[in-house]
DNA sequence: TTTTTTAATGAGACTCATTCTCAATATAAG
DNA sequence: CTTATATTGAGAATGAGTCTCATTAAAAAA
């Protein structure tokens, strides 16, 4: 707790950003997520707890903690976005099964670094990325 | 042209949907298109050649297109998505340059046997990917 | 601590791609 | 040709996200 919120005060004033109640509450109902959530979810919880802050603060604070990597962003592909804490700094490639529905996530070191090669060739440097591989059971 | 004309209305036919200009109009549209375009400007388009249609029709007809392998969607993750006619299976990796906005389309056979080994590994087949490259201009 | 400076906030207007509504129209079947 | 019904167009509606600007609150200065 004690650790996140120094964590949360280095950041913001690293970015001459003041450590305000809004940016904590955002910060700390997103922290305790397990689930991927959207920016409206935690703006409506937020304001079941009483807590006293506007959507425009919402977003505006979790494109702060995505922007320091606090936060993942997960697009929809259709306008929306989920966020999720970061927690270490696991991978999110994913495999998506067109039968069962099931998402597995992947890392790998090999792709990621064909990755950083293929950009560079090219001139330029990697952001981010999008690799979705959808996949069918395999029969015997 | 008879040829995808006919394939066009086999489609139709085949959802039991009906051949109307303006499905053809906007499939033609498409079909002779190099570049991703998006809806608007395919809308924009066929109104300068003074086609009659809406943009409702528009949307609606490429949704059927896409729906039947006719046109690849590519969500650009902010909302938007630019659509291009499928032609043979080609590769559509995608290079995206988040300053310029100029997309480079990319091939790598080591990317591509890595994919199939990574899928196989966990049991699946690959059906087909999304990979996306979002990127900057390196500086010197 | 009190005052001053300036960043942050909230409410709601706004944007923009896309979807929806529904009366009018066009297609295909009979 | 007539009928039944799918399709269309115009524009209203939607919904995630952004913007504006007067007000509020951090942090710095006194």
């Given amino acids: 707790m004690t650790r996140s919120k120094s964590l949360l005060i280095n950041i913001l004033r690293n970015?001459?950003?003041?450590?305000?109640?809004?940016r904590r509450a955002v910060w700390n109902e997103l922290k305790s997520s397990a689930d991927h959530r959207d920016a409206e979810d935690i703006y409506l919880c937020l304001r079941r707890?009483?807590?006293?802050?506007?959507?425009?603060?919402?977003?505006?604070?979790?494109?702060?903690?995505v922007k320091n990597n606090l936060v993942r962003k997960m697009e929809l592909g259709d306008g929306r976005a989920l966020y999720e804490p970061?927690?270490?700094?696991?991978?999110?490639?994913?495999?998506i099964c067109?039968?069962?529905?099931?998402?597995?996530?992947?890392?790998?070191?090999?792709?990621?670094?064909?990755?950083?090669?293929?950009?560079?060739?090219?001139?330029?440097?990697?952001v981010?990325?999008?690799?979705?591989?959808?996949?069918?059971?395999?029969?015997k």
């Avoid at 970015?15 to 809004?22: D, F, H, K």
């Avoid at 959507?55 to 702060?64: E, F, G, L, N, S």
């Fill in 128 to 139: 981010r990325h999008v690799h979705q591989l959808f996949v069918r059971p395999l029969k």
């Fill in 86 to 95: 970061r927690i270490g700094n696991e991978h999110h490639d994913h495999i």
């Fill in 49 to 65: 707890k009483k807590i006293r802050v506007s959507r425009a603060t919402v977003y505006r604070t979790i494109d702060v903690l």
């Fill in 15 to 22: 970015e001459g950003l003041r450590y305000t109640s809004q």
């Fill in 98 to 126: 067109l039968e069962t529905g099931k998402i597995t996530e992947f890392y790998n070191e090999d792709l990621e670094q064909l990755q950083e090669k293929i950009v560079k060739q090219r001139g330029y440097e990697l």
